[in-house]
């Protein structure tokens, strides 16, 4: 039996396939709306994996160091590291922040890593091109993100760093690219005030009566002193030994040094369930509006197809042509509709937009084939009110006509 709906779609296949376009670019914002949060998400286990850490130690009662602001001393890693079943604890510090480069600010997660070699906590676990850190101060690995080359110098607030590594997907769980640097000057950059705020807290010193007790020499120089040494970081990473239960060692970490603990799990929950969950929302809500957008589209063009053979399907009425075949040619149309919007948004967002698109986009077979069957159910159900004002048409008209 000759296809009526593949006739007619020939007929005015121009039409046909230019909205098939337009519904396949709104198809293909929706694919890549769904690719940003795999992204983010992806982003955030990406950052948990690279830091080498099995438990994140942080200020107690905070839900740092990558959702909320943590300090702690820089010599709790030595308690930490003798607790049984613990392998290693290094400090860490993360600081988000713009990094100049030839005039044009980056904005990057500058982490500060402590001395070691690869394979401690929270350095890049792997290098494609140059070297590690080898230096105390004033050298830098970067992520191929920042677009940083190697030998290249950068500045981070008051001090200039060579670029001496490039490293890949090492990034925040924002999708920033990440730049690692020697810990004390991560230290300094964080927790180190300015001189204009040295003079300032200064002057507020001199001015408390309480610092300038007679027979006290040097105490206000002391003050200003220890108020300057940078003894704080964000976070201590640890590495569980082998043959260890990562909740046991963190609630010996917990019990013994009154601060607080998580374990990977733990950490993706906040990252994932907290971090990113405003995000979530947006984005489903975004899905969501673009769905009934798109539902709307094809249901204006499937209506408007079908007004526009109102004598054809009377005739084929007269002719006593069933009622299902007169169904049959409309929920075809708007199928065949989905299908080219599909295809089209596809090759958008995967060759288009995931490419461009400032954040990491990761577009995942499944959600493809659930965005399928999407696209296939919005056209049947779309279809609904050009089938019912087809079948009220009365045979009559193909003779009055």
């Given amino acids: ?232 970081v964000n976070a201590v990473l640890v590495r569980v030994a082998t043959g260890h239960n990562p909740d046991e060692v963190a609630e010996s970490i917990r019990r013994w040094k009154h601060l607080t603990v998580y374990t990977r799990s733990q950490m993706e929950e906040i990252l994932v369930g907290k971090l990113i969950a405003t995000s979530a929302k947006q984005i489903a809500m975004f899905l969501i509006i673009l769905s009934i957008v798109s539902s709307a589209i094809v249901a204006f063009i499937i209506y408007t197809l079908t007004m526009g053979k109102i004598r054809e399907i009377a005739v084929l009425k007269l002719i006593g042509t069933k009622n299902r075949t007169i169904v049959g040619l409309i929920m075809q149309q708007s199928i065949a509709l989905g299908l080219i919007g599909f295809v089209v948004g596809k090759i958008t967002a995967t060759l288009l937009m995931a490419p461009i698109f400032p954040k990491h986009v990761l577009l995942e077979p499944l959600d493809s084939i659930f965005g399928f069957i999407a696209v296939v159910m919005i056209c049947i159900l779309s279809s609904i009110i050009s089938i019912r004002a087809a079948l009220k048409v009365n045979p009559a008209e193909a003779i009055g006509g």
């Fill in 1 to 232: 039996m000759i296809s009526l709906a593949g006739r007619d779609i020939m007929h005015s296949w121009g039409k046909f396939v230019f909205t098939g376009m337009g519904l396949g670019l709104l198809i293909g914002v929706t694919l890549s709306m769904a690719g940003i949060y795999r992204g983010m998400v992806d982003d955030a286990r990406v950052l948990l994996e690279n830091s080498g850490a099995d438990l994140w130690v942080v200020q107690k009662d905070t839900l740092g160091p990558y959702a909320e602001s943590s300090s702690i001393y820089d010599d709790s890693w030595r308690g930490i590291r003798s607790i049984s079943g613990v392998a290693d604890a290094a400090d860490i510090t993360y600081l988000t922040m713009q990094v100049r480069r030839k005039g044009v600010d980056v904005r990057a997660m500058v982490t500060g890593i402590t001395a070691g070699g690869p394979g401690t906590p929270g350095w890049p676990p792997y290098l494609i091109g140059g070297r590690q850190i080898t230096r105390g101060h004033y050298e830098a690995v970067a992520d191929i993100a920042t677009k940083f080359k190697l030998g290249e110098r950068i500045k981070i607030r008051r001090n200039h760093y060579t670029i001496v590594g490039l490293t890949r997907r090492m990034v925040s769980s924002s999708g920033d690219p990440m730049v690692f640097i020697p810990l004390k000057d991560a230290q300094e950059a964080q927790f180190l005030k300015d001189n204009d705020a040295i003079r300032e807290q200064r002057r507020r010193t001199e001015e408390n009566s309480a610092f300038n007790r007679p027979g006290v020499p040097g105490l206000l120089d002391a003050i200003i002193a220890s108020q300057s040494i940078n003894t704080y």
